[in-house]
């Protein structure tokens, strides 16, 4: 099916990254702006909320206009406005949604209120507009998406279709990733700093548990986590020094190897034609040569720069709920847009 065309600003203030694009056609990036504030927060350990709101309002004004500038297209040119509505970090997604709201109301262009998750699914179709147009993905799919506060598994029979197959019963993944780095005074982010220290390390060191929960296609982290503390404290009380990379590879092996085979039995038993793999634990290097390697159908994951928190993909699912006619009103409030949160 032929879909019009049209051009959408996305804006994206979910937790510590703020940022802005313009995508056309739920395809082409034009443009994809990031600030991030990694750098800002890593003293803390993780991101303080109060913080990450006030450098949103310092940075949203100057971003959205270097997006339009790269993009070499005014405001006027845009045919709406898509904004992360939620889930996130409120004081940080109320300066994105005031924001849009700004813009859509002194331009008179349609507002599109877009979840966080929904925007990682639809960074799968995005592609570079100086870049080769790769296939988009086909239904019927299933879309794993894995990140700092969410492990889920969706499947998707059409756009905007969602199934919530099953997520999560405790610690998402990044934020396993993120507590083991700090139990190791592994740097944060943690998720990078779990890969960079595996890589010296053996992921069969430790025999750390795979919770592969039989007969549901949720996923628990939780006893990966307290097994990986329990081996520290022990090795700590017997005064030997911590084998940082082999425990940090033999987590990341637990971790990616249980979402790389539930992924691949739900694919299975729902008789899927293609994967998607999104979110910002996507990145992980383990992950994604796992599930490429072992998966017998195609796998979409986006590149590393659409991994993580973008305006890109949020642009990109604003373009299906455009063309839709899904519009929301002036009144739109920081709540999760769908049932997946």
């Not at 993944?173 to 960079?196: C, H, M, N, V």
């Not at 595996?198 to 025999?207: C, I, M, N, R, V």
């Not at 910002?280 to 928190?309: F, M, Q, W, Y």
């Not at 009144?331 to 949160?341: A, E, G, H, N, Q």
Request: hydrophobic share 45%; charged share 20%; aromatic share 6%.
């Amino acid at each position: 099916m032929s879909l019009p065309p049209a051009r959408i600003l996305g804006i994206e203030t979910s937790c510590d990254e703020t940022a802005a694009a313009v995508v056309s056609d739920g395809r082409v990036i034009q443009s994809n702006v990031v600030a991030s504030q990694v750098d800002l927060h890593a003293q803390y350990g993780g991101v303080f909320p109060e913080l990450a709101s006030r450098e949103h309002v310092k940075a949203i004004y100057p971003i959205v206009n270097e997006a339009l500038r790269q993009a070499h297209v005014d405001i006027q040119d845009i045919d709406a406005i898509a904004v992360t509505q939620g889930p996130g970090l409120a004081g940080s997604l109320v300066v994105g949604l005031n924001m849009a709201k700004g813009i859509a109301l002194a331009t008179g262009k349609p507002l599109m209120g877009i979840n966080h998750m929904e925007g990682h699914i639809y960074s799968a179709w995005l592609y570079a507009a100086n870049a080769t147009p790769h296939q988009p993905p086909r239904f019927p799919l299933l879309a794993l998406l894995v990140s700092g506060g969410h492990s889920e598994l969706v499947l998707m029979n059409d756009h905007l279709s969602y199934q919530r197959l099953g997520g999560t019963l405790d610690d998402a993944a990044g934020e396993a990733f993120d507590k083991i780095a700090r139990l190791l005074d592994l740097p944060y982010p943690g998720g990078p700093s779990i890969q960079k220290a595996s890589e010296a390390g053996k992921d069969t060191a430790f025999s750390f548990p795979k919770a592969m929960l039989e007969d549901t296609w949720n996923f628990s982290f939780s006893g990966v986590k307290t097994s990986v503390l329990r081996t520290v404290e022990a090795l700590e009380a017997e005064g030997r020094p911590l084998p940082i990379a082999d425990l940090a590879a033999s987590f990341q092996a637990a971790v990616a190897d249980v979402l790389v085979e539930k992924t691949l039995m739900a694919a299975k038993a729902h008789n899927v034609r293609e994967i998607i793999v999104a979110g910002g634990v996507s990145a992980n290097k383990r992950l994604r040569e796992k599930i490429l390697a072992e998966s017998k159908r195609p796998v979409h994951i986006p590149p590393l720069s659409l991994c993580t928190d973008n305006a890109a993909m949020i642009a990109g699912a604003g373009y299906y709920h455009y063309v839709q006619g899904d519009f929301s009103p002036f009144d739109v409030d920081v709540l999760p847009t769908w049932p997946l949160s």
